[in-house]
């Protein structure tokens, strides 16, 4: 069966500190990986997603981002963190497969306090 | 732009009634949508996942209906037990299918009483 793991499960982190949030997946190859942000009183919000080793798609522009160097890991990363990159961020995968219905499957989340 | 709406924002019954949770969006044009169960602090549980094409799914005593056509889904749960206390989630994924992005409702928080 197919599981994903993200750490760490919470952070706290002074504004201005670097970040990087790993998830990896297991039991499944070429999955379509997923970055999500939910935040305080809002709804998710799909921020990165990635078909492929090495290829990321930003939906939202902003002050993180994202890398995927192995196949089944994916990387969330940001050089100087903002007050308001606090939330819940959760990864995602779902098969890679022409015509499959595409069903995501989250992981538990990271809880990123920035202070 | 594709937007979710889901009603109520919160929900309490007694344990062992029957309950709907109502998810709507603006937009016809769906890949599929899908129902999420989040406990406080958890990440999403995948609960059903309907086709475009399709008009219901269920799982034990979930049910989720799709009219794609009016732009609504709902969740019935029957026989609510304590355990099932916790924020329900739908989400759409509009096409053209691509972008593959989610679009989600802020959801419906459900608290069932013994």
């Known amino acids: 069966s197919q599981t994903i793991h993200q750490w760490p499960a919470t952070l706290v982190q002074p504004v201005g500190s670097p970040l990087s949030l790993e998830c990896t997946v297991e039991?499944?190859?070429?999955?379509?990986l997923y970055w999500y942000r939910q935040a305080a009183g809002r709804g998710l919000q799909l921020l990165f997603y990635?078909?492929?080793?090495?290829?990321i798609s930003s939906e939202v522009p902003q002050n993180l981002s994202a890398s995927r160097p192995q196949d089944r890991q994916f990387i969330l990363s940001s050089k100087k963190l903002l007050l308001s990159d606090s939330g819940f961020y959760l990864c995602?995968?779902?098969?890679?497969?022409?015509?499959?219905?595409?069903?995501?499957?989250f992981g538990p989340g990271t809880r990123l306090t920035v202070l | 732009k594709q937007e979710v709406t889901q009603i109520p924002a919160a929900l309490s019954v007694p344990e062992g009634e029957n309950l709907v949770l109502n998810c709507s969006f603006t937009?016809?044009?769906?890949?599929?949508l899908q129902w999420f169960r989040q406990d406080p602090g958890k990440g999403l549980t995948s609960l059903l996942l309907?086709?475009?094409?399709?008009r219901e799914q269920t799982s034990g005593r979930l049910n989720a209906s799709l009219d794609k056509s009016s732009g609504r889904s709902t969740l019935y749960i029957a026989a609510s037990q304590p355990g099932d206390s916790a924020t329900y989630l739908c989400?759409?994924?509009?096409?053209?299918?691509?972008?593959?992005?989610?679009?989600f409702g802020k959801g419906t928080s459900l608290l069932v009483t013994p």
């Open positions: 995602a995968w779902s098969v890679r497969l022409a015509g499959a219905n595409n069903e995501q499957f």
């Open positions: 039991g499944t190859s070429n999955p379509n």
């Open positions: 990635s078909v492929g080793i090495g290829q």
């Open positions: 937009d016809s044009a769906i890949y599929n």
């Open positions: 309907i086709q475009s094409s399709q």
């Open positions: 989400a759409v994924r509009p096409l053209p299918n691509s972008g593959y992005a989610l679009n």
